[in-house]
């Protein structure tokens, strides 16, 4: 499975923006896709999830709200709205052998990341 990230910019404090993952090959039409989010010294986050239908989603709390992430086969969207200085981060869109998305959904393919900045 391959994953294309795009979308990642700058952006000022109360401002949207819209990622764009594409995944591709094996058995990506069965997998579950999240996007996450890194800042050097910390782990990554997971944001959002979508499930292989793209019937079930799923939110981490803090952006809860705020972002939607949806899933038009091939394409997973993630739309940011309302964006805070702590959301500076790169984004990775990532996926998973399991068609589902839950907390416990292990994500094994990974794309690059895309850069995203909110200046205040």
């Known amino acids: 499975v391959q994953l294309q990230a795009f979308g990642g910019g700058t952006v000022q404090a109360g401002g949207s923006l819209g990622l764009t993952c594409v995944v591709s090959?094996?058995?990506?039409?069965?997998?579950?896709v999240g996007w996450f989010r890194q800042t050097p010294g910390k782990e990554r986050e997971f944001i959002a999830g979508?499930?292989?239908?793209?019937?079930s989603t799923r939110y981490t709390d803090s952006v809860k709200g705020r972002v939607t992430i949806s899933r038009n086969n091939a394409i997973v969207s993630l739309q940011m709205n309302g964006l805070r200085p702590e959301d500076t981060a790169v984004y990775y869109c990532?996926?998973?052998?399991?068609?589902?998305?839950?907390?416990?959904?292990?994500?094994?393919?990974w794309g690059q990341g895309t850069q995203v900045t909110v200046s205040s």
């Open positions: 090959g094996g058995s990506s039409s069965r997998s579950a």
């Open positions: 990532a996926a998973s052998d399991d068609p589902f998305v839950t907390s416990r959904t292990q994500y094994s393919y």
């Open positions: 979508v499930s292989a239908s793209g019937g």
